[in-house]
């Protein structure tokens, strides 16, 4: 098992850009969830799915956008990258049918918006 | 809206010294879960505390969940460089299919 897999690592952006942060997980996870981390901070959720075709915004979801067309995928858009979203970006899973299992988090991708 | 917060920020010690997070929520959890993450790393799932007053250990690791289920502790006894990393604590943002995560605290270990 891959676990969740996260692409690309690293990308630098131009103001204005847009771009899509991949994400697939081969657990068969109903949940999904992406995340911001900025540099000596915590986590602060941004999207999240239930399932394929649901997804609901979270913390700070301003300026990103989601779908879930199967299971496996969850990308997170940027349109119009700004410097503020300068930032780590977690993926995480977890299974249907109980509140009591952790997180599954990808490796992250590293976005800086110049 | 609901806040998770942590103490303290960071904290440095010497390597075979004890360490203790505590970790405050501004709500009643239903649970709360704690995460480690590497530096440079993603994080990653260590245990969840469900029942008011638990206390759960991994080896070294000490987790408790408090009285009122509002706040929770981890202890790590006899500190070891491996221990190096930020620890998250965690609950659900209302629905239980979303967590928040707590500010977190960094360890440093000096050798």
């Known amino acids: 098992n891959a676990g969740v897999t996260q692409t690309p690592k690293f990308r630098i952006l131009k103001i204005g850009q847009s771009m899509t942060l991949q994400c697939a997980q081969d657990?068969?996870?109903?949940?999904m969830y992406w995340y911001r981390q900025d540099p000596g901070m915590g986590l602060k959720l941004i999207y999240y799915s239930v399932g394929a075709g649901i997804t609901d915004k979270g913390e700070v979801p301003n300026g990103y956008n989601v779908s879930r067309s199967t299971t496996e995928d969850f990308p997170l858009r940027l349109e119009l990258a700004a410097p503020s979203q300068t930032s780590v970006y977690f993926c995480?899973?977890?299974?249907?049918?109980?509140?009591?299992?952790?997180?599954?988090f990808g490796s992250g991708t590293r976005l800086t918006v110049v | 809206g609901q806040q998770v917060m942590q103490i303290p920020q960071y904290q440095h010690v010497q390597e075979g010294e004890d360490f203790t997070t505590y970790c405050n929520s501004s709500t009643t959890l239903s649970n709360i879960q704690w995460y480690k993450q590497r530096p440079g790393g993603h994080p990653v799932f260590l245990i969840q505390?469900?029942?008011?007053?638990e206390v759960k250990k991994q080896k070294r690791l000490t987790f408790q969940f408090g009285e009122a289920k509002k706040n929770s502790s981890l202890h790590i006894t006899a500190t070891q460089t491996t221990d190096v990393g930020t620890y998250f604590c965690a609950g659900p943002g209302g629905a239980t299919n979303k967590l928040i995560f707590g500010t977190g605290t960094l360890l440093a270990v000096q050798p």
């Open positions: 995480a899973s977890r299974p249907l049918g109980t509140a009591l299992d952790g997180y599954t």
């Open positions: 505390l469900v029942k008011s007053g």
């Open positions: 657990m068969n996870h109903n949940y």
